[in-house]
C-alpha cells in the first residue's frame, strides 16, 4: 500500500501546530488542527446561526467599547472576533486560536468584513507570551475549557488585561442539561456506540460546568467580581430535520461512530436522529434547548 499521501497529510498537520504548545495541551493542539478544526471551518455559518441566540448575550456581558484592547480566547474562526471589532472600531482585537485552519478563516473573514482591527494569532493561550497588561477586555466563546492545566491558563489570561479589566466568558453547563446534546445522542444510542466526553473536570466540553470551580480558578487566577449566571437559549440546529441530520452527522464524533457501526444500524440511526429532530422542528426551524453559563469577573 502507498502511505505516502498519508504522511503528507500527518506532516502537514504537525506544521500547522502552533510553535509553543504546553505539553498537556499537544493532543487538543493536534485535535483542532485536524478533524474537529477542519469540521468548524466547514460548518462555520452554521455553527454561528446556532449560537445566534447566545453570542449577543456574552457580547453584551463583555463591556467593549470604541477604543477598547480585546482577547478573543479560543477565538477559532473568529465569530466573536469580528463581533468585538465591529464594537472596538477605534481599537484593537486578537484573537488567538491553536487551529491553524480555524484562523485562516478568520483572517478571510474579517478582510471579508473589512475589519482590518481584527488580527489572529497561533498560540496556546495557556502559555501564549500576550504581553502584560495588553489588553482591557478578554472573552472566550466556549473557548476556555479546553486547557490541561486551566489554573495557569487563566493566570496567564490574568496577566493580559489591566488592572480593572473584563473577562467575560461562555462555558456548557452539565451535557445533562445541554439537550441539544443528549437529544440527539439518545436517538442514536440503540445502533451506535455513546460518545465519550471525557471525565469530570477533564479537559472538554463539561471541564467547567462545576460553579464553584470556576470562581476557585478565577479567585486564584487574580479576578474579583466574580459572577456566573445560567443561560439557557434555544440552539439552532437547522433549517429543518435535513439541515440538522446533515450537520450533526459532518461532526467527526457522529462521523466516527456511524463509521463503526453496521450498514442495517447506520440505517437505523439515521432513521431515528431524522425522526427526532422532526420532532424538534418549529417555525424558526429545528430548536433544542442548551444550558451554559455566562461568567464574568474583573481583573484585580
Ligand atoms: C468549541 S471551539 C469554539 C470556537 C469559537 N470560540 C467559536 O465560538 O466559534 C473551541 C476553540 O478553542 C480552541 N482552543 C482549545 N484549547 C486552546 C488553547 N489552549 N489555546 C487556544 N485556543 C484553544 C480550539 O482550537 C477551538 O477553536
Wanted: glycine share 10%; net charge negative.
Amino acid at each position: 500500500m502507498d502511505r505516502s499521501s498519508e504522511r503528507h497529510t500527518d506532516g502537514d498537520r504537525a506544521a500547522r501546530l502552533p510553535e509553543e504548545v504546553a505539553a498537556g495541551n499537544t493532543a487538543q493542539a493536534e485535535a483542532w488542527n485536524g478533524d474537529d478544526g477542519e469540521y468548524w471551518v466547514r460548518q462555520r455559518a452554521h455553527q454561528e446561526a446556532r449560537y445566534r441566540r447566545l453570542t449577543p448575550r456574552l457580547m453584551a456581558a463583555a463591556g467593549i467599547r470604541a477604543d477598547s484592547r480585546v482577547l478573543d480566547i479560543g477565538c477559532g474562526s473568529g465569530g466573536t472576533s469580528l463581533e468585538a471589532a465591529r464594537a472596538a472600531a477605534e481599537g484593537a482585537v486578537l484573537g488567538v486560536d491553536l487551529s491553524g485552519p480555524m484562523l485562516a478563516e478568520a483572517r478571510k473573514q474579517a478582510a471579508t468584513a473589512g475589519l482590518p482591527q481584527a488580527t489572529f494569532a497561533q498560540g496556546d493561550a495557556q502559555v501564549h507570551d500576550f504581553g502584560a497588561a495588553a489588553f482591557d477586555a478578554v472573552l472566550s466563546r466556549f473557548g476556555v475549557m479546553f486547557f490541561a492545566d486551566p489554573e495557569a491558563a487563566f493566570r496567564n489570561i490574568a496577566h493580559a488585561l489591566r488592572p480593572g479589566g473584563r473577562l467575560a466568558f461562555l462555558c456548557w453547563r452539565d451535557l445533562a442539561q445541554n439537550a441539544y446534546l443528549t437529544v440527539p445522542f439518545e436517538a442514536l444510542a440503540p445502533y451506535v456506540q455513546p460518545p465519550d466526553f471525557g471525565a469530570p473536570g477533564e479537559p472538554g466540553p463539561f471541564s467547567l460546568a462545576d460553579t464553584a470551580r470556576i470562581r476557585t480558578l478565577l479567585e486564584g487566577a487574580g479576578f474579583d467580581g466574580i459572577s456566573v449566571d445560567a443561560v439557557d437559549e434555544p440552539m439552532w440546529m437547522g433549517t429543518d430535520e435535513d439541515d440538522a441530520v446533515a450537520s450533526l452527522t459532518d461532526t467527526p464524533m457522529v462521523r466516527k461512530m456511524l463509521a463503526a457501526a453496521d450498514e442495517e444500524a447506520r440505517a437505523g440511526a439515521l432513521a431515528a436522529l431524522r425522526h427526532t429532530m422532526a420532532a424538534h422542528r418549529g417555525p424558526d426551524g429545528v430548536t433544542l434547548g442548551s444550558a451554559s453559563w455566562l461568567v464574568t469577573a474583573r481583573r484585580r
